[in-house]
């Protein structure tokens, strides 16, 4: 019984800080599929990205061939590429392209939503005002009554017939000039 090793705790062992062969293939392939990205971008957006002219050459080939297996294999050579690349500057700018526009998305949604609640009720105009002190009330009166008269001669117009948008529109236009600095009015 004495002669039974004794089983080895975690602490005996120097820790590996070698990535795991799991691990490695992950990040190839989280490379591949960021490099299948960069080639989907058009040249203007390709031109703002911070990309050596080995890595920007081999993309904008990449573009080109429309062999499936040159193509497949051309995008394994921009992934290999890209092991000597700043990914993560990279991937920074592609997400703020991506939620940039949701961001730019969504301001203008409320911008809607607030111009419409603008034609419904004078309270919403009132609040606005409160607001933005230094707004010229009448002319975003005059805008608001002619987007009102539009509203209602869309509503009479006969089935088939393209309404009117142009105080519409102009609103909103106004409404963007604004500076809402929150999410909430």
Known sequence: MDDMPLPASPDDFPEDRRPSKSQVKRDMHALLDLGRELIALPAAKLAQLPLGDTLREAIALAQRIHSHEGRRRQVHYVGKLMRRTDVSALRAQLDLWANGSREQTRAMHRLEDLRDRL??????????????????????RAQ?????????????????????????????????????EDETF
Do not use: C, M, V, W
């Open 119 to 140: 034609i419904d009720s004078d309270e919403i105009l009132t609040r606005l005002l409160e607001r933005f002190p230094g707004l010229d009330i009448q002319s975003l």
């Open 144 to 180: 608001i009554r002619a987007a009102r008269k539009e509203a209602r001669d869309n509503a009479a117009l006969p089935e088939g017939r393209e309404p009117a948008r142009k105080h519409y529109r102009a609103l909103f236009q106004t409404l963007k000039t604004l500076d809402f």
